[in-house]
């Protein structure tokens, strides 16, 4: 149980494209343990952050988006989010997401936490915003692949959407789990 | 907000690889719009179902494993877990999982639940399994390039440390939020 048995850090050792995939780039890295000298090889994909926003109406409502997911094969009720622009910041790239795919915007808004989306194989973050008394102030504004409903959900219904499978991305059920955490909402 | 606004499902229309990555395939894959006949290329990575598991002491405490993640590039704090193997079921996959990497068995156990790791890109599920009263019974046996220590963490610290960002891997986040919805636990 002792926290440095092991090393932090395996040494990378090489690095080199493997697969360039438009959003994302498949890496292959070599890696060497610091201490016993193994080697490996890993695939890594290298993409930029990503933004997820917890939008609450006055009502205690959340601003989510059902959509049709390209990995699942599936329409799939999420917070909305998106791919933080080089250079972005993170609060600035939630507000931008949250507008195009939903027409809503907030002045109460701050960086909540983030995460990892998956450690073992991605090398980038999700950072989590708070908006806070979002109103609808404009009409929706689609990327092209992109067909978005709005769904406002009440805050008191969000534990019973999860426990039936309804909201079942990784992320936003992350981003969920952050407001109970935020607001020390028991969860009924 | 009207639910059927959206078609359930973008077709299908041709599906090539794209790059292998020995656990996992980067299909290219073409859709089309069932109603309005838009087309869109889109990467999707193809890898089997996950399994995380929620081990839990007598003692109250949650069987997690802190190890080095070549994605991330840093120690991280998670829940067991892993890859299941094809026609393998969830809950002896997590079982095995749990075995392997902290020595940790136990005979209550059940599927709780599962997600989506990422709709967008991933096309695979990971399944929660809950295993009461666990205990260790065994050495670990750890995969060549798997090097973890076990963390025991009372329930009553995981808040905290979701908190201070210590457990930041977004499928060890789902597990606790699992067993949060699961226990009806208030969060402190």
């Known amino acids: 149980m002792n926290v440095n048995k092991i090393p932090k850090k395996w040494e990378l050792i090489e690095d080199r ?6 959003i994302f780039e498949v890496r292959s890295q070599h890696f060497r343990h610091p201490k ?9 994909l290298n993409t930029s952050d990503w933004v997820n926003v917890l939008a609450i109406t006055p009502a205690e409502e959340i601003v989510m988006v059902r959509q049709f997911r390209y990995g ?14 080089k ?8 507000l931008r997401e949250l507008r195009e795919e939903t027409g809503f915007a907030g002045k109460s808004t701050r960086l909540l936490s983030e995460c990892r989306p998956n450690s073992a194989i991605l090398s980038n973050r999700c950072h989590f915003v708070l908006a806070e008394n979002v109103k609808k102030v404009a009409e ?5 692949n992109e067909e978005i409903e709005t769904v406002l959900v009440p805050i008191a219904e969000i534990s019973d ?3 039936s499978g309804e909201i079942s991305h990784s992320l936003a ?9 935020e607001k020390g909402l028991s969860i009924a």
Not at 36 to 44: I, L, P
């Open 72 to 85: 699942s094969r599936e329409l799939s009720l999420e917070t909305p989010g998106g791919v933080i622009e």
């Open 17 to 22: 494209l493997h697969a360039k995939c438009r």
């Open 173 to 181: 059920l992350n981003a969920l789990f952050n407001l109970f955490l």
């Open 36 to 44: 016993d000298g193994r080697e490996g090889d890993f695939y890594v």
């Open 161 to 163: 959407r999860v426990r």
């Open 87 to 94: 250079g972005e910041d993170p609060v600035v790239a939630g």
């Open 140 to 144: 929706v504004d689609f990327d092209p």
